[in-house]
């Protein structure tokens, strides 16, 4: 079988030093971001995608991002799904559910 050719993730990424999670800085159109990966194993509460607006539960892997260019807070880190961080700059924003 054919292997799919494969972005050289070294190119955009820069991994982090230390910590608990696989963490890089990921530079983008959009800026430059911090993603960190969460386990599922680590993954406790449920947080609602920006990407799709669905909900991450627990015990589900996903990452979290933040801005890497500004010092923010705990607000401003957001749980994404994996395919829907790698997909945002291939769609518009999706409308928040009420």
Known sequence: MPRRHRKDPSQDARPLGGGLFDQRVESASDGDWIVRRIPAAQATKTYRC?????????????????????????????????????????????????
Request: net charge positive.
């Open 50 to 98: 920006p990407g799709c607006d669905h909900e991450i539960r627990p015990g589900v892997a996903h990452v979290v991002v933040w801005s890497a260019e500004e010092h923010g807070t705990v607000e401003d880190r957001r749980h994404w799904h994996p395919a829907c961080w790698s997909a945002r700059s291939r769609r518009g924003p999706t409308p928040k559910r009420r």
